[in-house]
């Protein structure tokens, strides 16, 4: 295995990407967006353009071990900082958060940067996969090809559920009610040294006295030890420095947002749900789980076959954890390429 400090990844300001911002139409919401172009000597034409999708809490800068190997292939690359997050607005109602609007948001952005140039791939991860597949469902015209980690695709559901109802059926996702109770950023507040606590906490990092893990998905993070977690072991200092300054800019509530949109999004949903319990993608699909993520095993696909015409390839990468893109960045460059031989 390629060690990660030696694969080429993007830096917070790095000059091979450009800063686009863009106002979302019937709306006041603006969104920021990294746009890369490969080298045009190498390739004249873009081969394909790609969405990649970042889930919480990330940003854009979270496929920052990917963006370079894409460009190697000629891929024009779009990653929007999701709604809540970075320099993206971060509205308080969570209702602005629904997969049915950000999917709006989503094909506002390809239709502004893809006009003449068709269909794009989909790259997703966590929550970004959620509302990929939401993406493709409501708008599958915009989209040619989706990869996806973590996060299968589901159905529409044909009844509306509390979270709570949720988490009492799977208890390892009651970190989810914490983070939609409200708890976490009353917590974090203002500080930065709290956010970075939450923020370390969040990818791997430990308490510096007991060395225990400073979050887990049964029952979140421990508010009390935010300033006693050290730092984590996928995420370098540098970068981590960004994320604080990034966050700090409009607070958690934007991202803990996302949480609070499961009654939202099922109720969108039900009109859906009868016409597309047989529905299927009729384009080709990737689903890249984890062996170390007790929150989304990899039997979450079995079954998810049925729901494409194209072929759906399944994958796992049984060492990575949850933040795959950074933990495992070669494996996952590997099968991406594997993925996307069929488009280029």
Known sequence: MTSIMSLDALTPHDPRITHHYTTIPSTSLTYHYLLANPDSTAFPQPTATVLLLHGWPDLSLGWRYQVPFLLSLGLRIIIPDMLGYGLTSAPS????????????????????????????????????????????????????????FCIPYSPPEREVTSLEEHVMRHPELGYQLQNAGGEVEEAVGGSKERLRGWLNAMFGGVTKEEGEMAFDSWKG???GKLEEVGGSPLVSEEVMDFYVEEYSRNGIQGP???????????????????????????????????????????????????????????????????????????????LVEEFLEQFL
């Open 221 to 223: 993070v421990d508010v």
């Open 93 to 148: 109602s969570p209702s602005e958060y629904s997969l049915k609007n950000l999917s709006f948001h989503m094909a506002h952005i390809i239709r502004q940067v893809n006009s003449s140039s068709g269909p794009v791939l989909l790259g997703t991860h966590d929550w970004g996969a959620f509302l990929g597949w939401r993406l493709a469902l409501y708008y599958p015209e915009l989209i040619k090809g989706i990869f996806a």
């Open 256 to 334: 803990m947002n996302w949480y609070r949109t499961r009654e939202i999004n099922l109720e969108d949903e039900l009109p859906l749900a009868e016409e597309y319990s047989n529905w299927q993608f009729q384009v080709p699909a990737m689903i890249v789980m984890v062996g170390h993520d007790p929150a989304l095993p990899p039997e979450l696909t079995d079954g998810m076959e049925k729901y494409f015409a194209k072929g759906l390839r399944k994958e796992v990468i049984p060492e990575a954890s949850h933040w795959v893109l950074i933990h495992t960045p070669e494996e996952v460059n590997k």
